[in-house]
T-cell receptor, first 112, second 111 residues
Framework: DAGITQSPRHKVTETGTPVTLRCHQT?????MYWYRQDPGHGLRLIHY???????DKGEVSDGYSVSRSKTEDFLLTLESATSSQTSVYFC???????????FGSGTRLTVV | QQQVKQSPQSLIVQKGGISIINCAYE??????FPWYQQFPGKGPALLIA?????SEKKEGRFTISFNKSAKQFSLHIMDSQPGDSATYFC??????????FGKGTHLIIQP
């Protein structure tokens, strides 16, 4: 997906370990979002950012933290991964906060 | 509380037929209603979107119908093709709190 890159694309980790997912954009968009996608639940918002060092919680923020020290990077951290956090994680960007979002290709995270 | 309800969960349509996916919302602060298309292994991609000041928007074979009084909107895919087989998500947003998504419809177009 042009302008937005997620890393890693796949990760397997053990319960209780910390995990950080990275979202990098080259579009200079102000807004960035982290969603998780699970069967039967669609996409649910974890955290979002409306500027450098400005972040807020979404619908399913428990167990997750985020940081945004630069416009282009938005990091999602699972402080102590649990099996319930096995999911596909998507980052999205938006220029205006409303309107269309552009999504990354996702990170498939498996917690064993 | 689910703010955007989407139906059906899955849909099978014959090639050339019309695919219809419906969504209903509750939050009257929503002011932008996009539809996203997602293929396996890919992120969702914006397909078409509408604002509540219009009742219909058409882009090629894809049409959104919007009923503000009923708080419902739907996606119609005309002349459905096998390449349209994907998962479709309706969504809504009002303000900067992020898009709220429906749970998705898995669409299969049979040749």
């Amino acid at each position: 997906d042009a302008g937005i890159t997620q890393s890693p694309r796949h990760k397997v980790t053990e319960t209780g370990t910390p995990v950080t997912l990275r979202c990098h954009q080259t579009e200079n968009h102000r807004y960035m979002y982290w969603y998780r996608q699970d069967p039967g639940h669609g996409l649910r918002l974890i955290h979002y950012s409306y500027g450098v060092k400005d972040t807020d919680k979404g619908e399913v923020s428990d167990g997750y933290s985020v940081s945004r020290s630069k416009t282009e990077d938005f990091l999602l951290t699972l402080e102590s991964a649990t099996s319930s956090q096995t999911s596909v994680y998507f980052c999205a960007i938006s220029e205006a906060g409303s309107g269309g979002y552009t999504f990354g290709s996702g990170t498939r995270l498996t917690v064993v | 509380q689910q703010q955007v309800k989407q139906s059906p969960q899955s849909l099978i349509v014959q090639k050339g037929g019309i695919s219809i996916i419906n969504c209903a919302y509750e939050n009257t602060a929503f002011d932008y209603f996009p539809w996203y298309q997602q293929f396996p292994g890919k992120g969702p991609a914006l397909l078409i979107a509408i604002r509540p000041d219009v009742s219909e928007k058409k882009e090629g074979r894809f049409t959104i119908s919007f009923n503000k009084s009923a708080k419902q909107f739907s996606l119609h895919i005309m002349d459905s093709q096998p390449g349209d087989s994907a998962t479709y998500f309706c969504a809504a947003i009002g303000g900067a709190d992020g898009l709220t998504f429906g749970k998705g419809t898995h669409l299969i177009i049979q040749p």
